[in-house]
């Protein structure tokens, strides 16, 4: 991937306030159009990256672009590009939502008024906050303020869109609503969101970074994070005697190893392979080659975005 | 629908980015909600109060007890002077601190807003609250009570120059408290110093260092409060009269560079 398809690209960016190391050699390659999960415990420095790609805070170490400009240098130019949501949104809470959805709008946009009432309008039906517009914001609950967080993050039509913890304060339905806005916006915008919602991020994202105690434990596609760090396996549930099939499967070229476990009198494999494409053409057929053999269950085993978070994440941790 | 574009960008850019906007909203912190009138009403019963009592009760009360011209002029511009200047110090603690306990100006932040845009705002649109409810406002309301007592306008000049150096005044309280406002993460130091700060300037002007260090006296601001005095009273001007105005004014560059350059280097 060239440096022109990221829109986040970060080498060795860290933040130490003191001894404490909040953030550290954190090397970030976000793309262009992507929906980018960033994931990782509390405490873990994804507050702290967001807040060093967003000029708030300055990096004791390393660097970082974004749209291939300079964090410390074109913080101002950046951020003309760019939609904020904080973990905690905090606004002024004598205005109204419109209020503060215009106060945002003219740090962009000068006129007409018109438009900008309707970008405000819109933006304010986008998120559901249509009916409750012209209240002040001190009435609002976290769910109200997390929708307007969200309103006033995307009002500017930005090219890259940053979500601290954007459905944390959701119910079901507010955290369905931000999923299908998120999916609405990477038409035309990157998404960089943290979050502790795995399941979220599994149905949404296209690639992940887990961050771990301040270090960069994992960045991949999610397709490819899914699909294991151990290669691609096969499991089979087989019902008979399979001791010679198993030297049989094991001596093909593309079967790295298999795993056996038998409990009353079935049996099961999981075949680790190094070619999914041949496994897929062969394998079940060469299991099935012994016809005594009866195959019950069979499949490419799948994990779910919790399982490696938890096996990085504790295999980090213990290592 | 609305479409981006169809709508003008700002073309503000470097240090003054954001400046318009955020101006515009602390001007409506002024002029949109209670502020200004709460402030109009109080200084009119505080400071225009005290001096309709000395110009038009006492006289009828106590007439021996009754001030001239000189007297009345004289309590009005120390009441304008000192009350103020504690309120501006009380209003305005908060104003940066506030907005960094909050959250606010972290998100006004992540904005394309520039830190000195940020406290550039609330320096002048907190300049221009103070000096037309207290100045201009009690200021026009008094030389109209004084020249209906006189039975005639006073002269316009000295009254003008004083107001201009209670203006002064006033505003190096301001910038000093909005520049202890961004060194500082809880009111107290900011009251305490700033406070500390006018009490200094006080004592100073009671000869506490007149004596040894009797510049100091001429850099500091109580020393305007004198040259308001001699301008009312009609006296000659001392020769020295433009040092302490260039001191007061350098003060005021120096604290708003500072709070700049400390703001620049606030991490949110």
Redesign the interface.
């Known amino acids: 991937m060239t440096t022109n398809e990221l829109v986040i690209n970060t080498q060795g960016l860290g933040k130490s306030y003191g001894d404490v190391h909040a953030l550290k050699s954190l090397d970030l390659k976000v793309p262009k159009n992507s929906i980018f999960g960033f994931l990782g415990p509390n405490g873990a420095g994804k507050t702290t990256a967001i807040k060093l790609l967003l000029g708030l805070t300055r990096p004791t170490s390393g660097s970082g672009s974004v749209f291939g400009q300079d964090i410390v240098e074109d913080g101002l130019d950046i951020r003309k590009r760019i939609g904020y949501l904080a973990q905690d949104p905090r606004f002024y809470e004598h205005m109204t939502a419109r209020e503060t959805l215009h106060f945002k709008a003219h740090f962009y946009y000068s006129g007409p008024l018109d438009e900008i009432e309707n970008r405000v309008t819109e933006t304010l039906e986008l998120v559901g906050l249509s009916d409750k517009a012209d209240r002040p914001i001190k009435g609002f609950s976290g769910g109200e303020r997390q929708r307007l967080g969200i309103a006033q993050a995307q009002i500017n039509y930005p090219d890259l869109l940053i979500l601290d913890e954007p459905a944390a304060a959701l119910d079901p339905m507010g955290r369905r609503d931000v999923l299908e806005v998120m999916e609405r916006i990477q038409k035309h915008a990157t998404i960089f969101y943290s979050t502790h919602i795995l399941d979220d991020v599994q149905r949404v994202s296209d690639s992940v970074a887990i961050l771990n105690h301040g270090v960069l434990v994992a960045q991949a596609p999610i397709q490819e994070l899914l699909g294991g760090s151990q290669g691609t396996i096969y499991f089979l549930d087989i019902e008979g005697e399979t001791d010679k099939d198993q030297a049989r499967i094991a001596d093909q070229a593309w079967v790295s190893s298999i795993d056996v476990t038998s409990a009353d009198a079935q049996t099961t494999w999981q075949v680790t392979v190094t070619d999914d494409d041949a496994a897929k053409a062969q394998l079940l057929r060469l299991v099935m080659e012994d016809e005594q053999l009866s195959v019950t269950k069979f499949g490419r085993k799948t994990y779910e975005l919790e399982e490696i978070f938890m096996n990085i994440v504790e295999g980090d941790n213990h290592g | 629908?609305?479409?981006?574009d169809?709508?003008?960008?700002?073309?503000e850019?470097?240090w003054l980015?954001?400046f318009?906007?955020l101006f515009?909203?602390e001007n409506g912190e002024w002029w949109h909600?209670r502020r200004w009138w709460t402030q109009s009403l109080l200084w009119l019963l505080i400071v225009n109060g005290i001096l309709a009592v000395g110009v038009w009760v006492v006289p009828l009360v106590e007439p021996e007890e009754a001030g001239g011209l000189v007297e009345n002029l004289g309590i009005f511009l120390q009441l304008m002077g000192w009350f103020p200047m504690f309120a501006v110090i009380i209003i305005t603690q908060g104003a940066i601190i506030s907005e960094k306990q909050?959250?606010?100006a972290?998100?006004i932040?992540?904005?394309?807003?520039?830190r000195s845009g940020f406290i550039l705002s609330k320096l002048i649109a907190n300049a221009i609250g103070f000096l037309v409810t207290i100045i201009i406002m009690q200021g026009l309301i008094a030389y109209v009570q004084l020249s209906l007592s006189e039975g005639g306008l006073l002269p316009i000049g000295p009254y003008l120059a004083s107001l201009g150096l209670l203006s002064l005044y006033l505003l190096f309280y301001l910038a000093l408290t909005l520049m202890l406002g961004t060194f500082f993460n809880d009111r107290g130091p900011v009251l305490g110093i700033a406070i500390g700060v006018a009490i200094f300037s006080m004592l100073s002007m009671g000869n506490l260092f007149a004596g040894f260090m009797p510049w100091l006296v001429l850099v500091l601001p109580e020393t305007l409060p004198g040259l308001i005095s001699a301008l009312v009273q009609g006296e000659t001007l001392p020769a020295i009269w433009p040092v302490p105005i260039i001191a007061i004014s350098l003060y005021i560059v120096l604290f708003v560079g500072l709070a700049i350059w400390r703001f620049n280097r606030e991490?949110?």
């Open positions: 629908m609305a479409s981006a169809n709508m003008q960008l700002i073309n850019r470097g980015q954001g318009a906007n515009r909203k909600t909050s959250g606010t972290a998100w932040l992540s904005a394309p807003v520039s991490e949110f």
